[in-house]
Nanobody
């Protein structure tokens, strides 16, 4: 089992920044790809960013490229999402996610992930 807990959400004005953090426990964190997803009001959950086990490879949704940065600290079992130049359309519940061991497939898809945090609300006002 893997437990994930997000923090850092809140209310921010457009153009502002927030840093989300996800604390993971339950298995060897450093061996796992990690991902961030978001679910805007009334919409499906969508991919935001992912990072490989050692941090050497990252992927971003086109809508956040150049504004968001995913990073991880394997010594602390945490993964972060730095969000800059926030827009009202970034308003959503943000989720941290982890796959089962030996999962294959694309880390940009929901199906790749088995474990999810409870989410943290990000609201960007115009």
């Amino acid at each position: 089992q893997v437990q994930l807990a997000e923090s850092g959400g809140g209310l921010v004005q457009a153009g502002g920044s927030l840093r989300l953090s996800c604390a993971a426990s339950g298995r060897a964190f450093s061996s796992s790809v990690m991902g961030w997803f978001r679910q805007p009001p009334g919409k499906e959950r969508e991919f935001v960013a992912s990072i490989s086990s050692m941090g050497g490879a990252t992927y971003y949704a086109d809508s956040v490229k150049g504004r968001f940065t995913i990073s991880r600290d394997n010594a602390k079992n945490t993964v972060a999402l730095q969000m800059n130049s926030l827009k009202p359309e970034d308003t959503a519940v943000y989720y941290c996610a982890a796959p089962s061991t030996l999962t294959i497939g694309s880390p940009t898809t929901r199906a790749f992930y088995r474990y999810w945090g409870q989410g943290t609300q990000v609201t960007v006002s115009s």
